[in-house]
């Protein structure tokens, strides 16, 4: 069964400090990767996915991620975090043989202003 | 444009009342439909997911049942309640040949 780890499950950052949340899977076969973000009071929103291609994707709002294949990874990045970025965050794979996805744990962000 | 609804937003019951949670979505036709429970920590758990009427897989064994009366309509229930139930629940929906997932707004269960 495949799992997904996200070892920082609390982050606390001041405005304009760079962010990199962490996010490992353990599958051994093709996947599709995403991240998602919810916003306090807001729904889970997808922040952007990996399917193929250029293992470095570009989200909304600033956001990027890069798929490291061995290194089983898919670590969330922006070079600038603003106080509206203050969210949790959640990873995601699927195998790519279904529409099962699974989630880590979830990494709670606070931007100070 | 496609839209997914719960309801109720919030809901506290006591111990060993039935529950039924609804969700519905528009703007698509078929859709795989899935029941999840996020609890704080520990992200989003599947409970159930339905890629047609009356078509059910259960993910985690529990004290829940889902049933999907309409194609676009997924019904969370429970005969009786234990206080381990409460949680956020989140529906979500996808189509097939595009993996993404869709949430809803959630539904706040606080069992008492």
């Known amino acids: 069964a495949q799992s997904v780890s996200q070892h920082n499950h609390h982050v606390i950052l001041s405005e304009a400090a760079s962010l990199e949340l962490g996010c490992n899977y353990s599958?051994?076969?093709?996947?599709?990767l995403f991240w998602y973000v919810q916003y306090p009071g807001q729904h889970l929103q997808l922040l952007l996915k990996?399917?193929?291609?250029?293992?470095l994707v570009k989200g909304i709002k600033g956001f990027e991620a890069e798929f490291i294949k061995s290194k089983f990874s898919f670590n969330l990045r922006k070079p600038s975090v603003q106080w509206s970025d203050t969210a949790e965050y959640f990873c995601a794979v699927n195998n790519n043989a279904g529409n099962m996805l699974t989630f880590g744990g979830g990494t709670r962000l606070m931007v100070k202003p | 444009s496609q839209t997914i609804h719960q309801w109720p937003a919030t809901l506290v019951q006591p111990v060993g009342s039935p529950l039924s949670l609804e969700c519905t979505v528009e703007g698509t036709s078929n859709p795989n439909l899935y029941w999840y429970r996020q609890a704080a920590g520990r992200g989003l758990q599947l409970l159930f997911y339905?890629?047609?009427?009356?078509?059910i897989s259960s993910e985690v064994p529990q004290n829940l049942s889902a049933s999907r009366p309409q194609d676009r309509q997924f019904i969370l229930s429970s005969k009786k309640l234990l206080l381990s139930d409460s949680g956020f629940y989140l529906c979500a929906w996808s189509v097939d040949g595009q993996e993404t997932q869709y949430f809803g707004p959630g539904t706040r269960l606080l069992v008492l």
């Open positions: 599958y051994g076969g093709t996947v599709n």
């Open positions: 990996y399917f193929s291609g250029d293992p």
């Open positions: 339905s890629v047609g009427i009356g078509q």
